[in-house]
């Protein structure tokens, strides 16, 4: 059976650390632990590395370490992620919230 493919935006990548959201942080190390374990296969774009570049020299390092030793595969944004079909996939926070950034396929290279 395939993985599932999750695209995995900066605040999961966040919640990794975030000491003061327990219960988020929690859910993040758990989901990290399966990544691990190879039951998901993970994608990060261009957005979120620019996101993470832009954070404190800390909080970059951080990120960049992590990131690092998850190896999620870059994904490749094109014109059907930026004008996609009426078939569109909002991303949900760990809360299962819907958000505002709109994602659809695209096509990915390793990181």
């Not at 003061?20 to 994608?43: G, H």
């Not at 030793?69 to 870059?74: A, D, G, L, S, T």
């Amino acid at each position: 059976m395939k993985k599932p493919q999750l695209y995995i935006e900066t605040s999961v990548w966040n919640f990794y650390f975030a000491d003061d959201a327990p219960e988020k942080r929690e859910i993040t190390l758990r989901f990290f632990d399966k990544v691990k374990q190879d039951e998901y296969e993970i994608f990060i774009s261009d957005a979120v590395i620019a996101e993470i570049g832009r954070a404190n020299d800390e909080k970059r390092q951080l990120l960049l370490n992590i990131t690092k030793e998850y190896n999620p595969k870059r994904m490749i944004i094109n014109e059907e992620v930026i004008e996609p079909e009426p078939k569109i996939y909002y991303r949900g926070g760990l809360s299962g919230k819907q958000g505002g950034r709109r994602h659809t396929r695209s096509r990915c290279n390793s990181l």
